[in-house]
């Protein structure tokens, strides 16, 4: 995992040169995330073979330091489409996993209250076997309750795999969440959709937005017509 940085606001030539978030010869590092705090610390993540890696940067030019792992998922499907964001001095990272016992993969949740030096326990978002849920995106309110959206499998009819979108809210409760029932919101976009897949979500002055892309052609996803619905 690389990264550059600007000073000036993006400006052609101010970019400085790649630098590694971390160096993990000969493992694969893939998927990344970042996002920026309130005091501009840097926090990413990313997907190392298939265990979910963190680290954070106060010092852009003097790189990130040692990389936190959260699981040690020996083979695929592992952990997959990690997403941070910060409210405060909180850290949050929602993730898809799974494993050999527990395929799914599930929506998995993590949280670090002190900027990323230490973190509480994972707990599940979505907890079935049976089921792929997949793609997290999540927004924080003025509250720093929670609000995460992801695709999940709701039928397979061979060859033809379904999604939806769900919602679920966490709602702050001390210093841990309690999650609401997973709500299906995929009846909110018109009709017609064959699978709905990775949506996006924001919050904005109390108000909750989300995005997903819809696709008719569920087979040949590469030639597949694709809408964004909001």
Not at 161 to 178: E, H, L, M, P, Q
Request: charged share 15%.
């Amino acid at each position: 995992i690389k990264y550059s940085y600007s000073n000036e606001n993006g400006e052609f030539g101010s970019w400085q040169t790649n630098k590694a978030v971390h160096t993990a010869t000969p493992k694969k590092s893939d998927q990344p995330d970042v996002t920026f705090d309130q005091n501009n610390k840097a926090h990413v993540v990313w997907v190392e073979d298939s265990r979910l890696a963190y680290a954070n940067s106060s010092n852009l030019s003097s790189g990130f330091g040692t990389p936190h792992y959260f699981s040690d998922v020996p083979a695929d499907p592992g952990a997959n489409n990690p997403f941070v964001i910060t409210f405060g001095n909180t850290v949050h990272i929602i993730w898809a996993e799974g494993n050999a016992a527990n395929p799914g993969p599930n929506i998995k949740h993590v949280q670090s209250t002190n900027g990323g030096t230490s973190w509480g326990a994972v707990t599940f978002i979505t907890n079935d076997s049976d089921i792929q849920s997949e793609k997290p995106s999540a927004a924080v309110d003025g509250d720093g309750n929670l609000h995460v959206v992801y695709q999940q499998q709701t039928r397979v009819s061979p060859p033809y795999i379904f999604n939806d979108i769900f919602y679920v809210k966490g709602t702050r409760n001390g210093s841990a969440f309690d999650w609401s029932s997973p709500a299906n919101i995929t009846s909110k976009i018109p009709a017609g959709a064959f699978t709905m897949v990775e949506p996006s979500i924001i919050y904005d002055n109390g108000r909750l937005e989300v995005s997903a892309t819809q696709r008719y052609d569920v087979v040949n996803l590469n030639e597949a017509e694709q809408f964004v619905y909001y």
